[in-house]
């Protein structure tokens, strides 16, 4: 019997191709680039390529004085923006060894977590979208403008608020409006259901993120991975109730650290949405204890020419999308010597070179979309 094989072409080799996804795709949430290489609808190796936004933060910190580096800051999360510039003023505050008034204490508080809010929000709407529902946003972007209508209130800005000072806040809270942020806190809760219905009741939602993308213990340490992303791979740490500050340390009876065991798109997800009612849950605790406090100063008084004593100094904090760190180094001048920013989303997309490879291309952006990172953390 004779056998005869026609017109195999380049078939018969087995050839990668390698996929440029970016820097600019809509799966990338802004200007990222990942190279693929494909083992046809398979990916065999990824490689996250980053520095198209890079905006040299770093270096221009020393080129500003210590009020004037709260607006670099504030930037580089634009989901984040106060607790990026919270970040910063504790740092020199700490320098300093200086004692903040308690009204800044838990107002600062107060505000970090409806920034929390904020931030969980824009992902718990953005990351539907990417699978195809579009429903979600719509309700998630109705519960955050409430909420900027808070915090425009109070600092008069609606992305970028500029409202820390080294040593306090800008200014003191506008009449009424505590009531008015427990009113939005308390509206806020009430329609957090639809988002959970829409999302994990949908068997669809359900099917494209259980068991993709798994992230486990040991390459959440690996790579540093922090906040919701490493505490959905069951890594229980939280520096609000582990290194509390702030006023953290006395809200530990509310304070609770949302994890999961899977460590896939589905447990970020869920980590996400209940870290929001806890957030909200914080804000009202915040709240409370704001109503307690007697009338008294939110700041303190600053010299003309703001100088931090000579020395160095590690300021971390959890933000909405994980650690947060400025170390800072003074030679006594009225600018940084150094000040070096340790952001959560730049180790967090790092884990997408364990956790792409394997994996279909259908599902490259379920994995994508589920690390919840911002590019400008990224690129600093």
């Avoid at 580096?69 to 020199?92: K, Y």
């Avoid at 307690?292 to 020395?311: D, M, S, Y």
């Amino acid at each position: 019997m004779t056998e005869t094989t026609i017109g195999i072409g380049g078939a018969a080799e087995g050839t990668d191709m390698v996929l440029n996804i970016g820097p600019q795709h809509p799966s990338t949430h802004g200007v990222l680039r990942l190279r693929l290489v494909l083992d046809g609808e398979r990916i065999r190796s990824a490689e996250p390529i980053i520095g198209y936004m890079h905006r040299g933060a770093e270096k221009l910190f020393e080129a500003r004085d210590y009020r004037q580096i709260v607006m670099l800051a504030n930037r580089h999360d634009w989901l984040s923006a106060f607790a990026n510039e919270l970040g910063v003023v504790l740092a020199v505050e700490r320098m300093l060894g200086m004692e903040v008034p308690e009204r800044a204490v838990w107002t600062r508080t107060l505000l970090a977590e409806l920034n929390r809010v904020l931030n969980h929000l824009m992902f718990l709407g953005s990351y539907p979208l990417e699978l195809g529902g579009i429903t979600p946003i719509f309700y998630a972007f109705t519960e955050r403008e409430e909420l900027q209508h808070v915090m425009e209130e109070v600092s008069g800005g609606r992305m970028h608020y500029m409202f820390n000072r080294v040593g306090g806040l800008k200014e003191d809270l506008p009449n009424g409006w505590t009531g008015r942020a427990r009113a939005t806190v308390a509206a806020v809760r009430s329609r957090m259901g639809r988002i959970d219905d829409l999302v994990l009741g949908n068997e669809i939602f359900r099917g494209r993120t259980r068991g993709v993308g798994v992230l486990s213990q040991q390459d959440v340490h690996g790579f540093g991975v922090s906040g919701p992303i490493a505490r959905a791979s069951g890594v229980d740490f939280d520096l609000r109730r582990d290194e509390p500050y702030l006023a953290y340390g006395e809200l530990a009876d509310t304070m609770r650290v949302v994890t999961r065991t899977e460590g896939d798109c589905l447990a970020r997800f869920e980590v996400l949405l209940e870290q929001t009612y806890v957030a909200l849950d914080l804000a009202d605790a915040c709240l409370d204890r704001l109503a307690e406090l007697p009338p008294g100063p939110i700041n303190q008084r600053l010299p003309k020419v703001l100088k931090a004593p000579e020395g160095h100094t590690y300021a971390w904090t959890e933000n909405p999308l994980g650690l947060n760190g400025y170390y800072l180094v003074s030679k006594g001048e009225k600018t940084p010597y150094r000040l070096k920013l340790r952001s959560a989303s730049f180790n967090n997309i790092q884990a997408l070179t364990v956790l792409l490879p394997g994996t279909l291309v259908a599902d490259m952006v379920a994995i994508l979309g589920s690390m919840f990172f911002v590019v400008g953390d990224v690129d600093k």
